[in-house]
Structures are given as C-alpha cells and as structure tokens.
C-alpha cells in the first residue's frame, strides 16, 4: 500500500511523501553546530498534542507516508509517546532523531511506535560533550544506543562535519563498529552569525569524505550512498527534488519547504491544508525552479533528490543499508 502511495506521489502527483515536525523548539544542549537551543524563546508555544494528532490526519489525508519528529530536543516532549503511537495507527513510518540524553529512561515508552532511531553523535570522545554543551551526553546516548538495540526499533548514528571533528571520524566509525549501529555523516549547514567559523574548507571536506568512502568500501556499516559521499569527495552537483519529497512543519505549525535559511513558507497548518498547498500552481512552479538549486549538503535533501531521481545505486544502497 505505502509502495503504492509513493509511487503514485512519484510519478503523478509529485508532491511530498514524508513529513518533518519541529515537536519542540526546546532544547537540553548547548550545540556548538546549532543555534536551535538560542530560538526557543522565539517559538515558545510548540503544536499541541490535539493539533499535532490534526496534523497527522491532514498529512494521511494528502497522502504522505513516513513522519520524522526532531527539534529542539523531541524526548523533552512528555506527550511524545501519544503521538508516536497516533501516527503508528495511522500507518506512518515514524523516525525520531535525538540527542541522546533521555533515551535510555525513555526508550521503553517510544520504541513500540518508532521505526528509525537516529541518535546524534559527534564524536567518541570527550569532545561530543565539549561540543553539546553537556556534561556526560556522550556516554547517556550510547547507554540508550545499547538499551534500544535490544527492541524492533532499528537504530543509526548521525555525525555532522565541521572543524571541530574531522580527525574524530575513525573514531566514530570505531564507535559504529563496536555499537554495531551503522552511521550516517553529513556536513555541518551554517546557522547565520553562529557557527560560520566552524565551517570545513571544501579540500577538508573533500578529503574527509574520500575517506569515508574508502571506509565503507571496506565493509564499515556507512548509511550514505556512495553517490552522496561523492557530492563532496569529487564535488559534484545535484538536482534538487527535495520539495517534492518532503515537508516541515515547525514548532508552531509553518508548512516549510527547504528549512532554515533558505525555507518558503505556504502558512500555517491550523488554517490550510497540504492538498490546498501540494495542488497549487505556486508549489508546482516553486519545485521546478528549485531543481536548479544546489545550496544544501544535508543528506536528506540530497539523498532524497538522488532516490527521486531514481538512481539505482542510491536506491540499492538504501534498501541494502536498511534491512
Ligand atoms: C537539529 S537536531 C534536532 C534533534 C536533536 N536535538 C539532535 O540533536 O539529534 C537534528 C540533527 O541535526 C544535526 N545538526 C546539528 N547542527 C547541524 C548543522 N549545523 N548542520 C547540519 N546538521 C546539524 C544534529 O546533530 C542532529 O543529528
Ligand atoms: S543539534 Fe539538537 S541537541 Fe544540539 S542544540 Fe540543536 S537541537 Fe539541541
Ligand atoms: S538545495 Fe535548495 S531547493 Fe533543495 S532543499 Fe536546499 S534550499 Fe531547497
């Protein structure tokens, strides 16, 4: 059925599949990558649970197939369990990505509803702490890494690229080895007048990256496709057809295409609906021309152009990974 519905999305509708929620704007960390935990104070009032539970029956309604719960930090959520089990009921694909520092107390109440655990990891040493601003994040995470492994919920790391870690990526491909979790990495995005001096030179991406891929090639558990790997290894560009894949909705309900610096808002999911948005002209117009658009390095923009796209080795590489 889901099969069916992305298919259809794919080749008739063209409008997104998956849906991104912003659960909560708050945060527990202190990120040197991320000025998240800085805004919380801007949103302030996250979707209630009976809006998100609204939310979900319009995204099932315009036909979408996986939602991914992230913030802020989505465990600080008590409610989060409802809404997992709610989006369950309705046949979504759940994914929550965390920090790490509640999961081991928390992974008996949200793993029955979550298919994808991806635990942030940064570094597997004393740096990740340093790096989240928080004293024994590290080791919390990986004790809720070991607790969810024995449940049905697959998990994955997830380690973003900046200066601070680049000589920390055996390391964490160690971690993944020895966790026998398999791990994902992306470049770090810039968050305007935080993080610009954090920022790898494209020869120290390039290096890393061609490293990665010489790991993966040797058997490491690496999530990314080899083709993503490649974008920064050898520099290649990408079309972008992430638009028609996904859609965010942020802590107080903005339906966003391409988040952060660069997202177009289409309102507020209290007042319109996904259908409204995904059949007019303007979205239509809005994904053609932002097939020209190159300016993300995040996997799941990339990796969601590349499925799109239906390159056969990206989608392999998916299937292989996952099961
Ligand atoms: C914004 S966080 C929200 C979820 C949760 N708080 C966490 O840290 O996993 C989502 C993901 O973005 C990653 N991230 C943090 N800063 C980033 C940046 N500047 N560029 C790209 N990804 C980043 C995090 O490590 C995490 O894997
Ligand atoms: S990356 Fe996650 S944990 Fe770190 S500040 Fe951002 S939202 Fe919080
Ligand atoms: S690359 Fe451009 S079009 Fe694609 S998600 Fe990023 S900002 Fe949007």
Redesign the pocket.
């Known amino acids: 059925m889901k099969v069916m519905t992305v298919l259809k999305n794919r080749f008739v509708s063209h409008s997104p599949v998956m849906l991104t929620h912003l659960i909560t704007s708050l945060?527990n960390a202190r990120?040197k990558?991320?000025d998240?935990w800085k805004k919380s104070s801007e949103y302030r009032t996250d979707l209630s649970k009976e809006d998100v539970f609204k939310l979900l029956e319009k995204a099932k309604k315009a036909g979408m197939v996986s939602y991914t719960v992230?913030?802020?930090?989505?465990l600080l959520r008590k409610d989060l369990p409802e809404i997992l089990q709610f989006a369950k009921k309705k046949g979504f694909i759940t994914t929550v990505?965390?920090?790490g520092f509640f999961l081991k107390e928390r992974c008996e109440e949200i793993t029955p509803f979550t298919d994808l655990m991806?635990v942030?990891i940064?570094s597997n040493d004393s740096l990740h702490d340093k790096m989240r601003g928080v004293e024994g994040i590290l080791k919390r995470a990986i004790d809720g890494i070991e607790k969810c492994k024995k449940t049905k919920t697959k998990v994955i790391m997830?380690s973003?690229i900046s200066k601070l870690n680049l000589d920390k990526i055996e390391g964490l491909l160690e971690l993944s080895k020895k966790l026998n979790v398999p791990i994902a990495f992306?470049p770090?995005?810039i968050?305007p007048g935080y993080?610009e001096h954090l920022k790898t030179t494209n020869k120290e991406l390039k290096t890393a990256f061609s490293r990665i891929i010489r790991y993966k090639k040797s058997g490491y558990k690496v999530i990314n496709s080899i083709q993503y790997l490649q974008n920064f290894s050898k520099q290649k560009k990408y079309v972008c057809h992430a638009p028609k894949c996904y859609i965010a909705v942020s802590a107080h309900g903005k339906i966003e295409s391409c988040v952060g610096t660069n997202s177009k808002c289409w309102g507020n999911i209290k007042e319109t609906s996904f259908e409204e948005i995904f059949n007019s002209l303007d979205f239509k117009d809005f994904c053609k021309k932002m097939e020209m658009c190159n300016k993300c390095n995040?996997s799941c923009v990339i990796e969601s152009s590349l499925m799109y796209s239906l390159n056969p080795w990206v989608i392999i590489d998916k299937i292989k990974n996952l099961y």
């Open positions: 945060c990120c990558t991320c998240l992230w913030g802020g930090e989505p990505i965390t920090n991806i942030s940064d997830n973003v992306e770090m995005d968050n993080n995040v």
